[in-house]
């Protein structure tokens, strides 16, 4: 199987996607869903969509043109181990080691056992080459390389058995944004998408906002009332009250608009239904601050981003082939083998 193939081979799988009928698609989202409650039908057609978009073929020639891609007469054993918090997360990872010629040895999350495997079957079904280059194992030994996300604590646990080997090995990130005061209702409400897509659980989900003053906290507060709808979800509702009991009994400063707890924090990462919030007085001592924190931030948005390396509001995730996790560039990583 040759590099013509295999990119023909994945975007035949956007196509698929793409031509789900809606049985199919119920039919796999309540699988999905079931599997992992956080993962309902919305999120996984929003997932399904993300990666359907990126599987345009003309897209996947123009970004594999920039690697020295080699058709390996003996490919190397990759073991990835895939994070759970959003659907088929490790499904670009899964993708590069592919495309790229080598062997996927997968250890996929106990919350995303469904989807992933359903991208892995409907691949192999238009190729049969790949079924001898993808497999899921439990106990991932012996590999010439690894690629591991997970926490903080997990990447110590995978640096010490995988740090011998070639390996990226992925921490804690979150995403941030950048209020400058000419925000409208409509760009607040893209933003909305930016913090609550999939719940706020994913790496790309805002969990941070930098404003200038509280007038904007409430232009914003007011502009993403139709979100609401998300204390329909019993997990998410959970954690709100939660999040709400203990800043009210601890008498800690915070708004709170019904789903959301806004709370001034130099903290980067919040918890699920709260929202941190940082003030700011120049973009120059914004960038001193936001320099300090380089190494914890995936994604910064702003409004028609402004903000050097930014991208957005509305956009965090839907990540282009090119927006590697952690800015550690996958592709060449693997091609280096």
């Known amino acids: 199987m040759d590099l013509k193939e295999r990119i023909k081979a994945f975007s035949q799988l956007g196509i698929r996607i793409k031509k789900l009928t809606e049985s199919e698609f119920a039919f796999l989202a309540a699988q999905v869903e079931q599997n992992n409650n956080w993962f ?3 999120q996984t057609k929003f997932a399904l969509n993300a990666i359907s978009d990126f599987l345009d073929k003309a897209s996947l020639e123009s ?3 920039a690697y020295p891609i080699l058709d390996h007469t003996h490919p190397k054993s990759v073991g990835l181990l895939m994070a759970g918090n959003i659907p088929a997360v490790g499904f670009h990872d899964m993708m590069c080691i592919l495309l790229s010629g080598h062997q996927v040895h997968g250890k996929v999350s106990s919350s995303d056992q469904v989807l992933i495997k359903w991208l892995s079957a409907e691949l192999i079904n238009i190729h049969p080459g790949f079924g001898s280059r993808i497999v899921f194992e439990d106990m991932l030994k012996g590999k010439d390389a690894y690629i591991a996300t997970g926490s903080d ?3 110590r646990y995978f640096e010490y058995y995988f740090g011998k080997y070639p390996s990226i090995i992925r921490k804690n990130r979150t995403s941030i944004a950048i209020l400058d005061g000419t925000e409208t209702a409509e760009d607040f409400q893209a933003l909305g998408h930016d913090i609550f897509q999939y719940y706020g659980l994913g ?6 906002i930098y404003v200038k003053n509280e007038a904007q906290l409430q232009d914003f507060l007011n502009a993403i009332e139709g979100f609401h709808f998300l204390t329909s979800h019993h997990k998410y509702l959970n954690n709100y ?3 709400k009991a203990i800043y009210l009994v601890n008498g800690e400063a915070h708004l709170d608009n019904g789903f959301l707890l806004v709370k001034e924090s130099k903290q980067l990462v919040s918890p699920i239904a709260v929202l941190f919030v940082e003030y700011y007085n120049d973009q120059v001592g914004l960038e001193r601050t936001l320099k300090e924190h380089e190494h914890k931030i995936q994604c ?3 409004r028609n981003s402004w903000y050097p390396g930014s991208v957005k509001f509305g956009t965090a995730q839907s990540p282009t082939l090119t927006d590697y996790a952690d800015h550690v ?7 280096s083998l």
Do not use: E, G
């Open 153 to 155: 604590n997990s990447a």
């Open 203 to 208: 790496c790309r989900n805002v969990s941070k």
């Open 40 to 42: 309902t039908p919305d």
């Open 300 to 302: 910064i948005v702003s």
């Open 63 to 65: 970004w594999l043109a």
């Open 329 to 335: 560039d996958t592709m060449s990583f693997l091609t």
């Open 241 to 243: 009250d939660y999040n």
